[in-house]
């Protein structure tokens, strides 16, 4: 099926350090989402973007919606340890009422102490 | 407030068999997605379901089918079960579809 062009794949930092991940696409999106999932656990919402340009902050993390409607980043300031695990982009096409999410294949994080 | 409960959390089945996992939505929702996530992948929509009726389906064939309740919980059902549907099944609930979608933890499915 359509997938995201997410990357990087994985990424090994040290605690402290800020983490940028992006999220591309060949077709325009109404939506970009951000999860974390941790191992044997499903998928965590961490922030929904909904226009062109918004800027939006949880904590330490800070994703974008790309003017293009065609890309997302994700930051992470300040890494600390339970950062660590799988982030996941996902989008909703700008198709009518299409109400299937497209995912990246996600980006593994390590954090070392 | 309760999220997006799974049930089970793990199946073993073999080849043929027929099995049936069980969602229930946060607390307000209305809308029900399941997703099927191999190891190493990003979750792949099966199919959402709002107002009891299936609304928009992915590319998954018709051995995968589901049903929404009046109290927008959902069930997904597989039949003739086949090595290649070992994976974890991931149900979110939405408001409406165009909201985010909150996810459970999973049923892990292993087929023998």
């Known amino acids: 099926g359509q997938q995201l062009n997410q990357s990087p794949q994985s990424m090994f930092i040290q605690e402290g350090e800020d983490v940028s991940m992006n999220c591309t696409s060949s077709s325009i999106f109404n939506t970009w989402l951000w999860y974390k999932q941790d191992p044997g656990e499903g998928p965590v919402l961490l922030i929904a973007l909904y226009k062109a340009g918004e800027l939006t902050s949880n904590g330490r993390l800070t994703a974008q919606f790309g003017i293009t409607r065609k890309d997302s980043f994700l930051n992470i300031s300040a890494s600390i340890p339970s950062d660590v695990g799988i982030y996941f982009c996902a989008g909703l096409p700008n198709a009518g009422n299409n109400r299937k999410l497209i995912w990246g294949l996600g980006t593994s994080l390590a954090v070392n102490p | 407030d309760a999220g997006v409960t799974q049930s089970p959390t793990h199946l073993i089945k073999t080849r043929g068999q027929q099995v049936t996992l069980r969602c229930s939505p946060k607390?307000?929702?209305?809308?029900v997605s399941w997703y099927q996530q191999a190891l190493g992948q990003g979750p792949q929509f099966i199919f959402q379901y709002y107002e009891e009726e299936e609304r928009q389906r992915g590319n998954f064939p018709d051995r995968f089918s589901g049903h929404q309740f009046p109290n927008y919980s959902s069930e997904l059902n597989v039949n003739a079960l086949l090595l290649g549907d070992s994976a974890l099944y991931l149900c979110?609930?939405?408001?409406?579809?165009?909201?985010?979608?909150?996810f459970g933890d999973g049923t892990r499915l292993s087929i023998l």
């Open positions: 607390s307000g929702h209305d809308t």
């Open positions: 979110a609930s939405s408001l409406r579809f165009n909201q985010p979608q909150h």
